[in-house]
C-alpha cells in the first residue's frame, strides 16, 4: 500500500469557496434565530428551537462534505448513504440539545458554557461519523493527537460562540456567528489533517469527477435553500414584529378616544421640541386647554355624550394642526387637551389661541339639543416663562387655572406676579397632607369668662401650624386650603380627638367645642366618627359641643340637617358660629336644632353704642325664644365689655381676658390641672373648651 499524506495534494477551490459560503451564511441565519428564540414565549421558543437547531445542523453537515468534496486524494471515493443521514441527524439532535441548554429563560454564562460544550461535542462526532461514511479503495490511519485538538477547538469556538450570544453585547449575533464559523471550519481543517490514507497497490490514482462537483453543488443547492426558508420566515417574522411594534407604539402614544396624541407623546415632543429650540435659539409655545363645564355636560346628558363633546372638539384642534405644520395637539387626560407650537414673533400664540377659540367654540350639534362648549385657556413660553418641560407645563397650568377662576376672560397667559401665588397655594396643600404626620399642627388655647364676675369660665382651642420652613402659617389662610383639597376631613377628625383625649384628662372637666366644616357635615358617616371619638377618648357626650356656620349648614340643607340631628341623638351639644355673618341668621335658627348662639366680633365695629346695644339685645330675645344661650367673640376693651353687661349677655371672650396660649403654659399657671386619665374625671363644671379650626 503507498500512502496517501493529508492534508491532499489536489483541491477544488471552487468547492471550498462554496463550503466557506456555505458556513458563513448558516452561522449567521443561526445566530439570528437562537437571539430570536431567547426573547419570544415558551410556546414560540421549540418553534424557533427547531429552526434554529435545522440551520446550524445543516451548515455543519453541508460545510463537512462541500468540503470533503473538494479534496481529492487520487482514488475514487464513495458515502454510505445511511451513515451520512446518521450525521446529518446527530448535527440536527446535538445542535437542538446544545441551544436548549444555552437558551433558557434565565440568562447564565455557565449555562451557556454547558449548552456551547454540548453544540462542540456534536460537530465533532459528525465529522468523524461523516468520515466513517467514506469509502475508498485502501485504509484510513489518524494521528490522535490532532483529532483530540480538533475536538478542543471545536469545544472551545461554541463555548465562545453561545457566551457571546448570551453576553448581552451589541454585536453579539455577530460575534456567535463567527466564533461559529470558527468553530466549524478548525475542527474540519485539523479533523482532515489527522487522517492519512493508505493506497492499495495496483489502485491507480485518478482526477477528480464531476459526479463529485455536480453532488456538491445539489448539497449546497438543497442547504441554501433550507437555510433561505427559515431566513424568509425570519425576515417576515421581523417585519411582522416591527409592525405589531409600530402599531403597539402608535396605540401607547395615542388616546384611544379622540385619536389625538395622549400624555406620553406629548411628553416625547415637547422634549424633542424644546432640545431642538435651544439648539436653535428660538422660543415655543405651551397651551393647556379646559373644558369649562364638563362634569355638568356628563351628569346632566350622560357619559356618552361627553366623550362626542370630546371628539368633536378633539377634530376641530387637528383640523388647525393639520393646516399648521408647527402646531402639535394633544389630550392630556380627562377635558383636557393641550397646543404646542413653535414661535416666529410675538403675535404667534396670542394668534393661535384666537383661531383656537374661532375654530373650536362653535356649536356642537347633537341631535335636537344643540351645546356651545366653553374652554379655559392657559398659555406660558419657552424659555421666558420656563427652562425646561416640567416648568413650562406646570407655569401654562397655573395660567389656565387664573382663567378658569375669571368669569371676564377665558384666556390667560403665565404672569410670575399673579401665578406664582397659586404655586404657593399648591405647595402649601402638599405640605398641610403631611402636616400631622410630622407633628407640624398643634392647638393653642383662649380664656373665656363671665361678664358679670370676669370669672374664667373655660377655653376656646384654637388650630395652629408651624410649617419647618416658612414658620407659622395663619389659620386664615390654611384652613381654606383644607376645605378646598378636603384636607379638612382627617385633620378635623385629628383636633377632635386630639381635643377630647385632653379635655378628658382636665380638672376641672371643661365642656368642648370643636368646630366642623361644610364638607366634614356632608362626609357620609360622620356621626359615627364622632360616636368612635366619645368611645375612645372617654369624655362625656354632654361635655362636646360642636359649631357650624350658616355657610356650612347651608350648602346642603337637607344633609347637614340630617347629620346634626344624629349628632345630637348622640348626647353632643350644637353651636352656631359667627352668627351676624350670614344672610339667613332667623331661618338658621329655626330650622336647626342649636343649642348655643356665638356672637360674631363685627357686632362690635363700626355701629355707634346705640345701635349696637339694640343689636345685641336682638340676638338675647332671639336666644330667649329659641332657648339657645349667647357668647359674644372678640372682646378687647373695656367699652366693649362694659356693653355687653348692660345688655345682660352671659360670655364673652377676646384678647381682653388673655391671649391663646399653650395647654402647659395654663397648666403652669394653675387655672387647669391635668389627671392620670378619663377614669378620673369629676362631676361637670361650667368651664369650657371651643376647638376654632
Not at 309 to 331: P, T, Y
Not at 473 to 487: G, N
Not at 607 to 624: C, F, H, K, Q, Y
Request: charged share 20%.
Amino acid at each position: 500500500m503507498n500512502p496517501v499524506h493529508a492534508p491532499w495534494y489536489q483541491q477544488n477551490l471552487a468547492l471550498i469557496g462554496m463550503a466557506a459560503v456555505l458556513c458563513i451564511a448558516g452561522a449567521t441565519a443561526t445566530s439570528r434565530f437562537f437571539r430570536r428564540m431567547t426573547v419570544v414565549n415558551d410556546r414560540q421558543r421549540y418553534a424557533w428551537l427547531s429552526l434554529t437547531a435545522l440551520a446550524s445542523g445543516v451548515t455543519i453537515w453541508c460545510t463537512h462534505f462541500v468540503a470533503m468534496l473538494g479534496y481529492h486524494p487520487g482514488v475514487r471515493i464513495g458515502f454510505n448513504w445511511a451513515m451520512t443521514g446518521v450525521s446529518l441527524g446527530l448535527a440536527i439532535v446535538g445542535s437542538a440539545a446544545g441551544f436548549m441548554i444555552a437558551g433558557g429563560a434565565r440568562s447564565s454564562r455557565v449555562r451557556a458554557a454547558l449548552g456551547g460544550l454540548v453544540l462542540g461535542l456534536s460537530i465533532a462526532s459528525m465529522h468523524y461519523l461523516g468520515m466513517r461514511a467514506l469509502r475508498m479503495p485502501g485504509m484510513m490511519l489518524w494521528n490522535w493527537p490532532l483529532i483530540a485538538l480538533s475536538v478542543v477547538l471545536a469545544v472551545l469556538g461554541s463555548v465562545g460562540s453561545l457566551v457571546a450570544a448570551r453576553s448581552g453585547l451589541r454585536q453579539a449575533q455577530n460575534l456567535m456567528a463567527g466564533l461559529f464559523v470558527a468553530a466549524v471550519v478548525l475542527l474540519h481543517f485539523t479533523g482532515m489533517s489527522a487522517m492519512t490514507i493508505v493506497r492499495d497497490h495496483g489502485v491507480g490514482m485518478m482526477s477528480s469527477s464531476s459526479t463529485d462537483t455536480a453532488l456538491a453543488v445539489a448539497i449546497a443547492v438543497l442547504s441554501l435553500v433550507t437555510i433561505g426558508a427559515g431566513v424568509m420566515g425570519y425576515l417576515i417574522d421581523s417585519q411582522s414584529r416591527s409592525a405589531a411594534m409600530e402599531r403597539y407604539r402608535d396605540l401607547a402614544l395615542s388616546d384611544g378616544l379622540t385619536g389625538l396624541a395622549n400624555r406620553a407623546h406629548l411628553n416625547e415632543r415637547l422634549a424633542q421640541e424644546i432640545a431642538q429650540a435651544s439648539e436653535l435659539d428660538t422660543r415655543l409655545g405651551l397651551c393647556i386647554i379646559d373644558v369649562d363645564g364638563f362634569k355638568e355636560i356628563n351628569d346632566l346628558r350622560g357619559h356618552l355624550v361627553g366623550d362626542e363633546v370630546l371628539r368633536v372638539l378633539a377634530s376641530r384642534m387637528r383640523k388647525l394642526m393639520l393646516e399648521n405644520d408647527s402646531v402639535f395637539v394633544a389630550r392630556m387626560g380627562g377635558d383636557e387637551f393641550m397646543v404646542l407650537c413653535r414661535l416666529e414673533d410675538d403675535h404667534t400664540l396670542p394668534n393661535l389661541l384666537e383661531e383656537m377659540r374661532q375654530g373650536v367654540l362653535r356649536v356642537i350639534h347633537l341631535g335636537d339639543d344643540p351645546l356651545v362648549p366653553r374652554l379655559s385657556m392657559g398659555a406660558a413660553v419657552f424659555p421666558d416663562d420656563a427652562a425646561d418641560a416640567e416648568a413650562l407645563l406646570n407655569n401654562a397650568d397655573l395660567a389656565m387655572y387664573r382663567a378658569k377662576n375669571d368669569s371676564l376672560v377665558d384666556t390667560c397667559f403665565y404672569d410670575s406676579m399673579i401665578d406664582e401665588q397659586t404655586r404657593l397655594r399648591r405647595g402649601l396643600i402638599a405640605d398641610l397632607r403631611e402636616a400631622s404626620d410630622r407633628g407640624e399642627l398643634f392647638l393653642h388655647f383662649q380664656a373665656q369668662a363671665s361678664v358679670a364676675s370676669g370669672e374664667t369660665l373655660g377655653y376656646e382651642a384654637l388650630l395652629r401650624w408651624h410649617h419647618p420652613q416658612l414658620g407659622p402659617i395663619s389659620p386664615a389662610e390654611f384652613i381654606p386650603l383644607a376645605e378646598e383639597s378636603r384636607l379638612i376631613v382627617p385633620i378635623g377628625e385629628w383636633v377632635l380627638r386630639t381635643a377630647c383625649a385632653e379635655a378628658a384628662r382636665w380638672e376641672p372637666p371643661c365642656r368642648l367645642s370643636v368646630n366642623l366644616s361644610a364638607v366634614q357635615l356632608a362626609e357620609p358617616g360622620f356621626a359615627e366618627t364622632i360616636r368612635d371619638v366619645l368611645e375612645e377618648t372617654g369624655i362625656a357626650a354632654d361635655r362636646l359641643e360642636l359649631e357650624v356656620t350658616e355657610t356650612a349648614v347651608f350648602s346642603d340643607r337637607e344633609q347637614a340637617l340630617r347629620t346634626l340631628r344624629e349628632i345630637k341623638e348622640l348626647g353632643v351639644s350644637i353651636a352656631l358660629d359667627d352668627f351676624g355673618v350670614g344672610y339667613s341668621s332667623l331661618d338658621a335658627l329655626r330650622m336647626f336644632p342649636f343649642d348655643r348662639i356665638k356672637l360674631d366680633r363685627s357686632f362690635f365695629t363700626g355701629d355707634t353704642r346705640e345701635r349696637t346695644v339694640a343689636l345685641i339685645e336682638t340676638v338675647l330675645s332671639l336666644g330667649r325664644i329659641f332657648g339657645m344661650s349667647v357668647l359674644a367673640e372678640g372682646i378687647e376693651t373695656q367699652e366693649q365689655l362694659a356693653l355687653l353687661s348692660d345688655t345682660g349677655c352671659d360670655e364673652v371672650q377676646g384678647y381682653l381676658f388673655g391671649r391663646p396660649k399653650s395647654l402647659e403654659e395654663i397648666i403652669d399657671s394653675g387655672e387647669l390641672s391635668q389627671t392620670g386619665g378619663a377614669d378620673d374625671e369629676v362631676a361637670s363644671s361650667r368651664g369650657e373648651v371651643v376647638v376654632d379650626l
